[in-house]
């Protein structure tokens, strides 16, 4: 960080050609800059982190991705690969056609790209890119946090010194000769900015350009493009015109009904001080539940593939051994060895009604938002083109399931597990189970063991057998009741 004082020595010096070193080793310019009469004015000290510009799209997106990308055998063709490779999910934008031939990035793209980077190079990338590249998104991340401790801010440091300590491999694959690049040298001011001015996420762009849709994007198509300034200036005021006139309407609209309520019948009111004084008000709605509620789940009323039969669910969705396995939690939830009559009979043409998906309601998290989350979680086999509907690829979500409950965990993935879901169906009444609720079939993987060093992530893969102690069938009753 340079300072104000000096900066404007080093351009009168250079004014009267005395040529100073400083000068062009700051990349200074002879003019006379707006703040030098500002008073109590530190111009270098104003200037923010920029999220959007600084981090998304130029360290990440513009650098790394570049760089990664000319390390790797097969270049961008590669890179491509790897992303259409990789498992789709509702949340989550799936680069269909690679990275390459996208032209025009927006800042949920480059997010989105940066969650399942380090997945697509893993196994086809150098470790040492690999630590560099985790560096970088821990960093991002890092600064994202809308609140910081000293805590934080030390693990965005190291995050940073990572890099460095990494980055040489650019230099060995002949990627890069040096790093002095204004947008990398931006990310040692973050700490000191985010002390000074708060958090990163208050100054980024990303906010201000979403305008871009309203007052310009949307402005412009309105006009017909011929003399729009002039145009899009109008059809800006009008639009302020008519938010400004339903703002009126809705405050007589509530101004008239109060009226309307206090001079009905019985409906004298009373002084808002004094009733809160009486201790005669209700404050359910000003309370906050510490408990959250439960969470809870939710099926389309007719399934989406009726009378689905077993051979289906076998070839098509994956339940290996789908007969055996069903036999035996039939006999495990009823607590007896025989079945009923009509579970004693089940073939490979036995059908069942199954669902392509559910959604699962997670109560909120108050650190992050106070709305529920929605997840939906997909059972689907591929469809192939039928007339005018397009091919359809498979879809089997992977999903976090508690294996043991408690509160003696140490560690976030304490009691959690991997299972990937294949059928969501319903067992009929007349085979003897606990039959209220779906069951799930699905396909375990092996634990949480000790992560990556590189990458710091899990390798898991699917459990062969059983792999649980109840089998492949999980009864959603059971799991959200």
């Known amino acids: 960080m340079k300072e104000p004082e000096e900066v404007l020595r080093i351009i009168a010096e250079a004014a009267r050609g005395e040529r100073p070193a400083e000068f062009k080793q700051y990349g200074l310019r002879l003019i006379q ?41 097969g270049g961008a063709k590669e890179i491509d690969y790897c992303f259409k490779a990789m498992p789709t999910h509702p949340t989550l934008r799936h680069f269909k056609k690679g990275i390459s031939l996208v032209t025009q990035w927006t800042g949920t793209e480059y997010k989105n790209m940066e969650k399942v980077f380090l997945g697509v190079l893993t196994g086809a990338s150098d470790p040492a890119v690999l630590r560099v590249v985790r560096a970088v998104l ?29 980055k040489h491999v650019f230099v060995d694959c002949g990627v890069r000769e040096h790093f002095n690049i204004p947008k990398f040298h931006s990310t040692c001011h973050y700490e000191s900015s985010i002390r000074r001015l708060g958090s990163a996420d208050g100054y980024n762009t990303e906010g201000s350009e979403r305008l871009h849709i309203d007052y310009a994007k949307q402005a ?27 703002a ?24 808002e001080e004094e009733d809160m004084d009486s201790g005669d008000v209700d404050n359910t709605d000003w309370h906050l539940d510490p408990q959250p509620t439960a969470a809870a789940y939710s099926v ?8 689905t039969p077993v051979h289906s669910l076998q070839d098509n969705f994956g339940c290996i051994d789908f007969v055996r396995a069903l036999e035996h939690f039939l006999r495990h939830s009823s607590g007896t060895q025989a079945l009923p009559p009509a579970a004693q009979n089940i073939t490979s043409t036995t059908r069942f009604n199954v669902y392509k998906r559910m959604t ?3 109560p909120s998290l108050r650190q992050v938002s106070s709305v529920p989350t929605k997840d939906t979680i997909r059972a689907m086999p591929k469809q192939a083109t039928s007339g005018l509907r ?30 990937r879901v294949r059928a969501i169906f319903r067992v009929p009444d007349s085979y003897g189970a606990c039959t209220e609720h779906p069951l799930a079939y699905v396909e375990w993987f092996t634990p949480f063991r000790t992560p990556v060093s590189d990458i710091g992530m899990y390798k898991l893969s699917p459990v062969t057998g059983v792999g649980q102690e109840d089998g492949p069938f999980v009864d959603l009753g059971k799991c959200f009741g």
């Open 220 to 246: 412009y198509a309105s006009s017909n493009k011929r003399h729009y300034v002039q145009q899009m200036t109008t059809w800006l005021t009008r639009q302020e015109a008519v938010q400004r006139f339903s």
């Open 360 to 362: 699962v309601h997670l």
């Open 248 to 271: 009126y309407l809705q405050w007589v609209e509530s101004l008239a009904s109060h009226v309307a309520s206090s001079n009905a019948p019985g409906g004298d009111s009373v002084d």
């Open 33 to 73: 800059p707006f703040w030098s009469d500002l008073p109590h004015c530190n111009i270098f000290a104003c200037i923010t982190p920029d999220l959007l510009h600084q981090l998304h799209k130029g360290v990440f997106k513009d650098h790394t991705v570049s760089w990664a990308t000319e390390c790797i055998d």
């Open 138 to 166: 821990d960093f991002i991340y890092f600064a994202h946090f809308e609140a910081h401790s000293d805590n934080s801010l030390s693990r965005l440091n190291d995050a940073w010194t990572d890099f460095h300590a990494n």
């Open 300 to 307: 389309a009323k007719e399934p989406g593939l009726p009378n």
């Open 390 to 419: 397009k091919a359809v690829p498979a879809h089997f979500d992977t999903v976090l399931a508690w294996e043991q409950s408690g509160d003696d965990r140490q560690h976030p993935l304490d009691g959690l597990c991997v299972a």
